[in-house]
């Protein structure tokens, strides 16, 4: 099983690193292993996270205040968002594909 990130997803958490880098020296770096951390939980269990939609889960950082929104296929995770947990609930909804079958593209 593999993951890719949606574009806006890999755009958010790149706009996260920076952010927390810009609070303190090393913080940045500290975010994005703890978000590569929780992908790394969801890819070992991926159907154990919190259910958001029909298709849709999120699983919390640890140390952040942010989760990992994504969806699973039989061969791939894809991160829809990086998402705060305190700001703008469902944003990233017109991220998830209409169809039942989720590509790449």
């Known amino acids: 099983m593999t993951f890719f990130f949606h574009p806006a997803a890999r755009i958010e958490l790149n ?3 920076d952010y927390y880098e810009d609070c303190e020296a090393g913080l940045g770096y500290e975010f994005l292993e703890e978000i590569y951390a929780t992908i790394a939980r969801i890819m070992q269990y991926p159907k154990a996270w919190s259910s958001i939609s029909h298709r849709t889960r999120r699983c919390l950082t640890k140390r952040f205040p ?3 929104i994504y969806q699973v296929t039989e061969e ?4 829809i968002a990086v998402a705060h947990s305190h ?6 909804r017109n ?9 790449e593209s």
């Open 66 to 68: 942010y989760g990992v």
């Open 76 to 79: 791939h995770v894809r991160i």
């Open 87 to 92: 700001r703008r609930p469902g944003y990233w």
């Open 95 to 103: 991220r998830i594909p209409e169809s039942s079958a989720l590509s």
């Open 15 to 17: 706009q996260a690193v």
